[in-house]
């Protein structure tokens, strides 16, 4: 999991100490903003695998923060860390597909490293998944454009087997 950014945004500094020192080993890239408008920044000169969002800050609460990178970083997995108060707000969140997952205040120390690695094991498939989707459109181009000067080379025959004929060489 070496080498993916994670920026992490809540208000209270004594939790962003927390996640700190929880993620120190994992070997992430973190970044620590106190206000959604700061990550926003960051979003804009660093790349980003992972946010994790408070739900409850001044200014623009966790879900707009994360709606609103669902519009300009499309890609990127978000958690959000709520308190019960406001749980029918976030599992909408989760239901519109804004949010990977919602943690719930105070969390548990393993729960929340095990949650940071599955969403980004998830986020490296989609972008595996993605660059091989990539790669199949070249191949199939490829293959498009040499059935256009060699008609049937890409065709295969009903038993399987190919079929060379003396005229053929």
């Known amino acids: ?23 120190a ?40 923060f994360l709606e609103k990178t669902v519009e300009l970083y499309p890609d990127i997995i978000r958690i959000i860390i709520t308190g019960h108060a406001e749980l029918d707000d976030t599992i909408r969140a989760v239901n519109s597909g804004c949010i990977y997952k919602f943690i719930i ?19 490296h498939l989609l972008i595996k998944n993605r660059d091989l989707t990539v790669e199949l459109k070249k191949r199939d181009k490829i293959l498009e454009d040499l059935e256009k000067h060699y008609p049937g080379i890409t065709q295969r025959p009903k038993n399987g087997v190919f079929e060379i004929k003396s005229e053929d060489y």
């Open 25 to 64: 080993g994992e070997g992430y890239r973190l970044f620590m903003v106190e206000i959604a408008e700061e990550g926003l920044k960051v979003l804009e000169r660093e790349h980003i695998d992972l946010i994790i969002s408070d739900q409850k800050m001044p200014g623009m609460n966790g879900i707009e």
């Open 1 to 23: 999991m070496d080498g993916y950014s994670v920026l992490i945004v809540d208000d209270e500094p004594n939790v962003l100490n927390a996640l700190q020192r929880l993620f």
């Open 105 to 123: 205040k105070p969390w548990n120390n393993e729960d929340l490293k095990l949650t940071v690695r599955r969403a980004l094991e998830q986020y």
